[in-house]
């Protein structure tokens, strides 16, 4: 059974920032799809309605989040990627992936960026 909802995909090395993030997005109707990224390497799944991609900067892992991000964009060209850090600004080593930078622990403005990058299909009312 195939989702109206527009996915996205969360990469991060925390099993709770994954569930954090997806109960943010799937609330505000987007399908969320999770890829664990621990010390070892991860998969990203090749889903091709992957409509954005949620990446937390500093991952626990053999890769960098800037190799991530090189992979995810070979992947999916033209799909926007938010990379999520407790850093202040966005460093350099993974500037040329990332379409935004958002801050860890801003919610509403992170929902305000995915909802500017991925539109939500207009729902119509079938009466």
Known sequence: MASDHPKVLIVDDDPSHLEIYGLLVQQAGYEPVSALVKFADA?????????????????????????????????????????????????S???????????KGQPAKLLQV??????????????
């Not at 080593?93 to 801050?103: G, K, L, N, Q, Y």
């Open 43 to 91: 998969h990203i799944p090749c889903d091709d309605s992957i409509g954005l991609v949620l990446l937390d900067y500093r991952l626990h892992s053999i890769r960098t989040s800037a190799e991530f991000a090189q992979e995810i964009r070979g992947l999916f060209p033209a799909t926007p990627i938010i990379v999520l850090s407790e850093l202040w600004s966005l460093p």
């Open 93 to 103: 080593d993974i500037a040329p992936f990332a379409t935004e930078f958002v801050r």
């Open 114 to 127: 995915v909802h500017r990058l991925l539109p939500l299909p207009e729902v119509r009312d079938e009466q």
